[in-house]
């Protein structure tokens, strides 16, 4: 069996025990010790690592699993090594500072299924490399999520879509009103720490840099210790300033810009304006584009101000997503899509609609000469027009050539608009037009004070 040496800097971390491939030797043996730096390998007596998942400025992750459990369970053993030489209060202090994070992923990890179970988290002394000292590390136990993190996922299968990207939000902010309303700021949100489970769940890791608010006013803060990721975190962490809850918004909001444009969030951002450039990158709902941006506003109190306001904003403007496995992403066969219409694109198809069925109604009258018929024809090609609306087939420049072709049509053989002059069927045209502009508008309006009322 292969057993991963979890001692940084070991020269030879990988070593191999034949009698281990025996779990009854597995279970059983007291302790194997790394045959290159002589670092326990079964920790705490019970966890042995098997494989590095990454390593960072704070330690490490490995894959393990616990000998101690009925089918030996994968787990993830995280590594925190102090950096620096620290006197034993300071090592104390880390060792107090880490406990207390600890608890508060015990908490949340058994309250919410999308955030990993704690299972320990325990010290380890050992004799150092360097003659005559000691090397003191701490170590958390937490559930192993099988699947990929957003960052892995957006290399390997490419940008994310508009749909794909509301599901990403939806889900985390949910995540995040959970732990904002226990007093818990997350502070390192980013791709890599959001884990899509091989059934599709999303899971919001690495909570070590997590920062608990106590005895805080309603929307209070922490201050920050200046942990943080490059180019996610807002100016007043950066600054080492307080922490709020829109602070996690902020870093949300940029990682949803890198799944859309597919590129580093700091090429993202310009430095000479203090504003981020995205817009003309991607094609997504304007709606949208607008809650993410005042996701990323500057100052804290400028921004949405819970996670709970976010989601609201989102089901009034937005069509929720449907919530998709990660093994449909990418799949050949077709998948149904809601398709989600903002306001101006809805008043122009309004206008698009209203226009040309006068024009198809004009011509058709003088054709047929029964008005009877004529509407119900006019009203039946509406309809189709509509549909293709809604289905996106006709959009953007058509709503402008399709009427401009009928009206040239009706312009140039005369029969086709009777004895209507031809400014008299640009005035009903645009006449109806209008009309199915104020209708459409007013049936919006209707809508939005039912949705906020129920």
């Known amino acids: 069996m292969e057993v991963y040496c979890t001692r940084p800097h070991c020269p030879r971390p990988q070593n191999y025990f034949a009698d281990l491939d025996d779990i009854t030797t597995l279970k059983t043996t007291q302790q194997k010790y790394c045959t290159s730096c002589g670092m326990p390998l079964m920790l705490d007596g019970r966890y042995v690592t098997i494989k590095l998942l990454g390593r960072g400025g704070f330690g490490a992750a490995f894959l393990a699993r616990d000998r101690r459990i009925p089918g030996m369970r994968s787990c993830v053993v995280k590594q925190f090594q102090p950096v620096g030489n620290l006197t034993p209060t300071q090592l104390q202090l880390a060792q107090q500072l880490f406990e207390r994070e600890a608890e508060v992923l015990a908490q949340i990890g058994d309250e919410h299924e999308q955030i990993p179970d704690l299972y320990a988290f325990f010290p380890v002394i050992v004799p150092s490399l360097q003659l005559g000292q000691e090397d003191q590390f701490f170590y958390l136990v937490q559930e192993y999520i099988d699947g990929q993190n957003l960052e892995e996922e957006l290399v390997q299968k490419g940008k994310f879509s508009e749909q794909q990207v509301l599901e990403v ?14 007093g818990i700021i997350h502070r390192d949100i980013k791709p890599s720490n959001i884990m899509r489970r091989r059934d599709g769940k999303l899971f919001l890791l690495d909570f070590g840099a997590v920062k608990q608010v106590t005895n805080a006013p309603a929307g209070g803060a922490g201050s920050s210790t200046g942990i943080f990721s490059m180019g996610f975190a807002p100016p007043e962490q950066m600054a080492g300033n307080q922490v709020f809850p829109s602070t996690d918004l902020y870093a949300l909001a940029v990682t949803i810009l890198t799944l859309l444009t597919g590129q580093e969030a700091k090429t993202l951002f310009d430095a000479y304006s203090n504003q981020w450039q995205w817009r003309r990158q991607v094609n997504v709902n304007p709606h949208l584009a607008d809650i993410l941006d005042k996701m990323l506003l500057p100052a804290a109190n400028q921004r949405f101000q819970s996670a709970d306001e976010v989601l609201n904003v989102l089901s009034r403007q937005l069509i929720p997503p449907t919530v998709l496995p990660q093994s449909n992403r990418h799949s050949q066969s077709p998948v149904q899509t809601h398709n989600t219409f ?5 008043l122009s198809g309004a206008a698009f609609s ?9 011509a ?9 018929i004529t509407l119900s024809i006019a009203f039946v090609i509406v309809g ?3 549909f293709a609306q809604t289905k996106r087939w006709i959009e953007k420049f058509d709503l402008l050539i399709i009427p401009a072709i009928t009206f040239g049509i009706i312009f140039f053989v005369p029969f086709l608009r009777g004895s209507i002059l031809i400014q008299q069927a640009i005035v009903l045209a645009v006449a109806a ?3 199915a502009i104020a209708i459409t508008a007013l049936f919006r309006l209707i809508y939005k004070l039912l949705s906020l009322i129920l």
């Open 354 to 362: 209203g226009f040309e069925g006068a024009l198809i109604a004009i």
């Open 433 to 435: 037009g209008l009309v």
């Open 169 to 182: 939000l939806q889900e985390i902010l949910k995540v995040l009103k959970f732990v904002h309303e226990r």
């Open 384 to 386: 189709l027009l509509v």
């Open 342 to 346: 903002s306001t101006w694109e809805l």
């Open 364 to 372: 058709l009258l003088s054709l047929l000469h029964s008005p009877a």
